[in-house]
Each structure stands twice: as structure tokens, then as C-alpha cells.
């Protein structure tokens, strides 16, 4: 939960738990678990990055260095996987694997891993936003809900007691200013309060939680402040399907990311026997405890296998990918001319434009005036953040695990990066595996 005008904080974790101080063997990656290059028909064999890469192509003059920085930081942290991508000027030069995709199966991992990004996935779905807009079939002061309104479905205006909620405009969501706040909880991490206050027969989908959700009072006028709103997110999403009549998944991967060169991204699943060919199996952090699944089963799970509905936040958190693959995304709306951009020079200034420290961009969680752009991301059993430099480097890293810091763990992350940068920027080396 962000306080007002306090742009750099993440909603507040629910618990503090000390990290076992015990060390983390880290192995030496290999290729396994991967969705194999020869698996692919020969006319997609070659765009199918996530089946070209290998540890092995990001050796560098120094890299043992860097390997024992970043091991370091990981058994600080009782992370037992982490996937690290570095661009810079479009061209992919690093992506590598440390750790464990999976230690029960023992899997190494491998940039050809993919991990849930989180709130990550919220850049994605603000771009999804921009390519209809630029295809002119909604504007951002489009209204939300009511006649007018592109949710315009009966059972939501019926919801709606408070008059400001048909002022909702997508802009709004976007920068979250829609008037949601988690004064109850936030709706996409409470499915079991839900149900109970609803008296619902299980866990909601999107249109009922959107429904229920209506029915409560906001916490402000829409556009007069901010709160970050994972559910403005979902809702997003929804319009997105409204507009384009395509489901969230589908429109995303074919006009947004395959556009993008980004062929391995999809809507995370809730349990590790639903996991990708090529998906890492996610830990919880040291000393975690059990908690009740989130659909009122009964069962006590991990947080990261059904705590939550991670399906059902859809462009709010949802999805999964490699940071290779989400550097190659970046790469297509940061505006450079390496890669195409799938989106307008507008349409990025537009997203990474700088209003001050109490707004939000689009998508981004942060951009500065001079061109460094934050996007963050946390779940139970992840943590993602990607860091766009002025200089035009890009650093994204994945974990498989969570930290008892919760989203605070994100800027000890941005930490390792800056060290790492100042010390081995210089050393990387001179290519593209984009190319490859």
C-alpha cells in the first residue's frame, strides 16, 4: 500500500520474519528444463529467443567476479534462484542463470527459465492500453463504467451507488487515481474475505470481483490523489478485452508482445503441477509459515501455491516470462532505434513522462526527468525489477523467492545493480543475443 504522495513506497507486507542465516549452495547452471529449439517448426525456430540463450554465452573477462557479487547477494538473501538480463542500447549483452530453477528436481537455473513477474506485469498491460488507443478505439479520458462507459455492463452500473465512480477514466487507472483504495484489503490479495463478505459459492472471477468491489465506497474522488490499485489494474485488463473483444491473454500476446520479439510470456497458474514446460518452481522465504488457500478450501498451502489467486490478477500481476525476453519487450518501447518499437515516439514520451514525486507514469512505477525508468514487482515467492539507466542500460532481474522484506527487497536489489554496474559495466561484453 503506497501512502499519499509517497511515490516509492509498495503495499506493506503482512508479516516480518528473520532470513535463516543458513548458506545456499549455488550450483553452476546447465541447460535443462528448457522448450528446445529443435521443438519448434522451422519457420518460428528462430524467433523463439528463450530456445537460443545459454549461461555459457555470457562470459566476459571478469565474469567469475560479478558471478561471486551476485551469489553473495543471493545467500544474504536466502534466494535460492535468481535470472539476470543486461541491455543496453537495444542489444541483449548478458543473460544468465544462478542458482536453482528447481533444486527438489535438481534444474539449474538458466536464462531460458521463466519466472512470474508480478507487478512487472502491469508495464505490459499499460502498453496494451497505448496500442488501442493508438489504433483510435478508446482515448484515456474514456469513462469506465456507467452508459457512456466502456464497462458499460448493467450488473456494474447497477453496482454503483457513488455518483464519482462513473468520472473513472482510464488515465485515472493507469496512474492510480481511480479512488481504490485497501482500506478493507486489497480485493486481488483478500479472495477469502470476499467470499465471506459476499457469500460467495467460491472465488470470484473478474466480473464478480468488479462487481462486488463497485459496491464498496472509494477512498477519494477520482483524479484528486493517488493510491496504488492493483485492482484499477484488473480492470484494465478488462477493458482491454471489452475494446478489442479478444480475451486479456490473447490480445497481449498477439498485438503487444509477439509484435515485440517476445514469443515465452504467459498468464502465470496458481499451482507448481500447472507450471510451464520451462517455469522455475517458487520458494518462500526462511521461517514462512502455512496460510489458508485462497478459495476457502480449507487446505493450508504455501503463499506461493495457492495462498493467492495469481491467475485472477491478470494484467495486474499475472505474468511470466524470462528478463531476457522482458528486456527485449523494454527494448521495444523505450523509444531507441535498435529494436522497432511497437508503439508510437508519442506513446512512449507519453508513458515515461515526468509529472513529480506524486505521480504516477504510465505503467512505470517511476520515471525521473532524466531518463531513468523503475518498474517493480513482488509476489509470495518473487521478486522482479527492472531498471532502465539514462545511459541506455537495462537491468531486470527475476527471483524464484521471496524475502521477508516483501516489496522493500526491490531497492536492495537496485543496490546490487548500481554496485555491479560500477564495477563490471565495462567489462561486458560487445554483443547481441537478440541476434542470436
Same mark, same amino acid.
Given at each position: 500500500m503506497r501512502k499519499p504522495g509517497k511515490k516509492k513506497l509498495l503495499a506493506a507486507i503482512s508479516s516480518v520474519i528473520c532470513i535463516s542465516s543458513a548458506a545456499i549452495l549455488i550450483p553452476k547452471a546447465v541447460p535443462v528444463n528448457a522448450r528446445h529449439a529443435e521443438d519448434r517448426s522451422p519457420? #518460428?525456430?528462430? *524467433?523463439? *529467443?528463450n530456445d537460443t540463450l545459454t549461461n555459457a554465452m555470457s562470459g566476459f573477462q571478469g565474469d567469475d567476479s560479478m558471478d561471486r557479487t551476485i551469489e553473495a547477494f543471493m545467500q544474504k538473501w536466502g534466494i535460492k534462484g535468481a535470472s539476470l538480463a543486461i541491455m543496453r542500447n537495444d542489444s541483449l549483452l548478458f543473460a544468465k542463470g544462478y542458482g536453482w530453477a528447481d533444486e527438489e528436481k535438481g534444474d539449474s537455473m538458466t536464462p531460458r527459465n521463466i519466472l512470474r513477474m508480478a507487478s512487472v506485469s502491469k508495464l505490459i498491460t499499460a502498453t496494451g492500453i497505448m496500442v488501442l488507443k493508438e489504433r483510435g478505439q478508446l482515448s484515456l479520458q474514456d469513462t469506465v463504467f456507467g452508459n457512456s462507459g466502456i464497462l458499460n455492463d448493467s450488473v456494474f452500473t447497477a453496482a454503483i451507488k457513488e455518483k464519482s465512480k462513473f468520472g473513472i477514466t482510464v488515465e485515472h487507472l493507469l496512474r492510480h487515481q481511480g479512488g481504490f483504495t485497501c482500506s478493507r484489503g486489497d480485493p486481488m490479495f483478500s479472495t477469502r474475505d470476499i467470499i465471506r463478505q459476499f457469500r460467495l459459492d467460491g472465488p470470484p472471477d473478474s466480473r464478480t470481483l468488479t462487481e462486488c468491489v463497485l459496491k464498496r465506497p472509494l477512498g477519494y474522488q477520482p483524479g484528486t490523489w493517488?493510491?496504488?490499485s492493483n485492482f484499477g489494474y484488473l480492470l484494465l485488463s478488462m477493458v482491454i478485452e471489452k475494446v478489442s473483444g479478444t480475451d486479456y491473454e490473447t490480445f497481449i500476446q498477439e498485438n503487444v508482445l509477439k509484435p515485440a520479439g517476445c514469443h515465452d510470456?504467459? /498468464?502465470?497458474?496458481?499451482y507448481y503441477e500447472e507450471r510451464y514446460p520451462n517455469e522455475v518452481r517458487y520458494y518462500m522465504?526462511?521461517?514462512s509459515e502455512l496460510c489458508e488457500e485462497y478459495n476457502l478450501s480449507g487446505r493450508m498451502v504455501e503463499r506461493c501455491y495457492g495462498g493467492n489467486d495469481i491467475r485472477g490478477l491478470s494484467g495486474a500481476g499475472a505474468w511470466c516470462g524470462s528478463p531476457a525476453e522482458l528486456s527485449r519487450f523494454v527494448a521495444? /518501447?523505450?523509444?531507441?532505434p535498435g529494436v522497432a518499437d511497437i508503439i508510437s515516439a508519442e506513446s512512449v514520451a507519453e508513458m515515461t513522462e515526468y509529472f513529480d514525486t506524486q505521480t504516477f507514469s504510465l505503467g512505470w512505477n517511476d520515471t525521473k526527468p532524466t531518463g531513468e525508468w523503475t518498474r #517493480?514487482?513482488? *509476489?509470495g515467492g518473487t521478486s522482479a525489477l527492472v531498471k532502465y539507466f539514462p545511459e541506455g542500460d537495462c537491468w531486470t532481474m527475476i527471483t524464484n523467492t521471496s524475502t521477508w522484506k516483501g516489496p522493500g527487497f526491490t531497492r536492495y536489489t537496485e543496490s546490487l545493480f548500481r554496485k555491479c554496474r560500477e564495477l563490471y559495466g565495462d567489462m561486458l561484453p560487445a554483443q547481441n543475443l537478440f541476434d542470436q
Open positions: 519457420e #518460428t525456430k528462430e *524467433l523463439r *529467443l493517488q493510491r496504488y510470456m504467459h /498468464i502465470a497458474n496458481n522465504h526462511a521461517g521495444a /518501447i523505450d523509444g531507441k #517493480t514487482g513482488t *509476489l
